[in-house]
């Protein structure tokens, strides 16, 4: 069974903090992924990668950044978190772009 | 650019009623389509993919490439569907999935 896990369920920051949001599979997936999820927007993704150290931006990057120094391993970054980054995040991995995501419990970022 | 459209951002129906979850796409080549679904306090996971051509949990989805649709149906709504549903398009290329903006699942008792 596809674990995909996410270090928090619940995260509260300050304006301005640094944030990492970390995500762990455990199936040897080539392509992890980074979304939001907010009412009414539904999924956007932020970030891709589909190997160790390869990263692509999706569609809303602005304000993220990306790691990935292991293959099982994909770590989102607020270099300076602000309240209209407060949303669910979403992590995802799959074997290939072509086959089905799992996706992580997600973690509900609230910036104050 | 390819996009997936769910008009209805909410969707309510009486238990027993059938039920239709439309998605559209706009993309010129062949598509691959998927539905996925998030019920309360779970993780988003795959409902179907239209290459199975399966049903599950009594919900089905025909590709109709004339209509560019992908309607999700099921004919008895049950309360256990409720529930937020995303459709998602896979194009050719090295590409990540584009997923609509979801339709949320109301079952009334």
């Known amino acids: 069974d596809v674990k995909v896990t996410q270090s928090s369920r619940y995260l509260v920051k300050r304006t301005g903090e640094k944030v990492f949001l970390e995500c762990v599979q455990d199936m040897d997936h080539e392509n992890m992924f980074w979304y939001r999820q907010d009412p009414g927007l539904g999924l956007r993704l932020i970030y891709f990668s589909y190997d160790v150290k390869m990263k692509e931006k999706g569609d809303i990057p602005e304000g993220y950044s990306v790691s990935r120094e292991k293959k099982e391993r994909f770590s989102l970054i607020l270099e300076s978190a602000s309240t209209n980054q407060t949303s669910m995040y979403l992590c995802?991995?799959?074997?290939?772009?072509?086959?089905?995501?799992?996706f992580g419990p997600g973690t509900r970022l609230t910036v104050t | 650019a390819q996009r997936v459209t769910q008009p209805e951002k909410l969707l309510s129906v009486f238990k027993g009623a059938p039920v239709e979850l439309k998605c559209n796409y706009s993309?010129?080549?062949?598509?691959?389509l998927f539905w996925y679904v998030q019920y309360s306090r779970q993780r988003l996971q795959l409902l179907l993919r239209?290459?199975s051509r399966e049903s599950i949990k009594g919900f089905t989805a025909d590709l109709n490439k004339g209509e560019t649709s992908f309607h999700l149906k099921k004919p008895f709504a049950q309360e256990e569907d409720s529930a937020m549903y995303y459709c998602?398009?896979?194009?050719?290329?090295?590409?990540?999935?584009?997923f609509g903006k979801g339709t949320r699942l109301s079952v009334i008792a």
């Open positions: 239209h290459i």
């Open positions: 995802a991995s799959s074997p290939s772009l072509v086959y089905e995501q799992y």
């Open positions: 993309y010129s080549g062949s598509p691959e």
């Open positions: 998602a398009l896979k194009v050719s290329g090295n590409t990540p999935l584009v």
